[in-house]
């Protein structure tokens, strides 16, 4: 039964070319890549539709710039009220000075580029 072909009829030579042109038709179509056609006025009709805008006007912040003056100021304070701390040279007391410290000339070298590129107020 699974052998078995659908049709029992027998087929003609004829047939079979006609199938495998169809098939070969087929084939041929399926393999062709579409060929896209857009219309000559399509992005001047798809302009017309979309509504005017307005152009925003956007005010400067300075917040990222407060903020870094707010920590240079923390951080000078925290490293003055540490400094009398720092003679019992314990490991965790160095270590957080040398940090405070790092942030401290980071944020100095940070702002004063930034200020002299003319970002800043």
Request: charged share 20%; with cysteine.
């Amino acid at each position: 039964m699974r052998d078995e072909p659908f049709n029992r009829q027998r087929s003609t030579v004829t047939d079979i070319d006609q199938l495998t042109r169809l098939d070969q038709r087929l084939i041929h179509a399926l393999e062709r890549a579409p060929e896209p056609q857009v219309p000559v006025d399509f992005a001047a009709r798809v302009a017309r539709l979309l509504p005017a805008t307005r152009p925003i006007a956007v005010t400067a912040t300075h917040y990222g710039y407060y903020a870094m003056v707010v920590s240079m100021v923390l951080l000078l304070a925290a490293l003055l009220l540490l400094a009398p701390h720092a003679a019992d040279r314990s490991v965790f007391g160095l270590t957080l000075q040398w940090l405070l410290c790092a942030q401290f000339i980071g944020l100095v070298v940070w702002l004063s580029s930034r200020r002299r590129a003319g970002l800043s107020t």
